[in-house]
């Protein structure tokens, strides 16, 4: 993590250069990036205005990648103020484009996101199923990273449900993961 601010300055160069060019695909990237950093310094209204941005190009010139990516963020915005019916979308979305574009990485981050937001809901049942599937891609790819995040997260909605064997299960493989990365 660098300087969020001084970030912010340079996006905004890139993107003027990007409008001056008029190149549609690197302009989607630098008002994500911008999004990205907004959203990091804990303004949302704003990171989901340049979010949004970048979504309507990348739709404009089909880069699903790039879609899957932005709409990813623009759920956790909407997470993040509290609107979690919003963030469901989004990540929803999210899944579907990542099916057709084979993105496994950027899937994983969905459904992973999907789990947490149906956690922050209280629906344990819902957030354990969208976990597991995030767990499983992490596994198939080998992210120790993400493995150890969704191992946590599980542990987090295996203690909601009063389900402590698994969530003592759970929690010692994020542990002995976390342990070996760390």
Avoid: H, P
Avoid at 105 to 112: E, P, S, V
């Amino acid at each position: 993590l660098g300087d969020e601010r001084e970030a912010i300055k340079y996006y905004n160069q890139a993107l003027e250069i990007a409008d001056e060019l008029n190149d549609k695909k690197i302009q989607s990237r630098w008002l994500g990036y911008l999004g990205t950093s907004y959203s990091n310094l804990g303004d949302q209204k704003l990171a989901i205005e340049y979010t949004e941005k970048a979504i309507v190009i990348t739709e404009e010139i089909q880069d699903l990648k790039g879609y899957s990516r932005w709409i990813t963020d623009l759920g956790t915005c909407y997470s993040r103020l509290g609107n979690q019916q919003k963030a469901i979308e989004c990540f929803e979305k999210g899944i579907e484009i990542t099916n057709k574009t084979g993105d496994l990485r950027r899937q994983g981050k969905c459904f992973g996101n999907l789990g947490i937001t149906y956690s922050k809901l209280g629906k344990e049942q819902n957030a354990i199923k969208f976990m597991q599937k995030a767990l499983d891609i992490a596994k198939y790819l080998g992210d120790k990273g993400n493995e150890s995040r969704w191992l946590g997260s599980l542990t987090y909605s295996y203690s909601n449900i009063g389900d402590i064997e698994n969530a003592i299960k759970y929690g010692k493989k994020a542990l002995k993961i976390s342990r070996e990365i760390f």
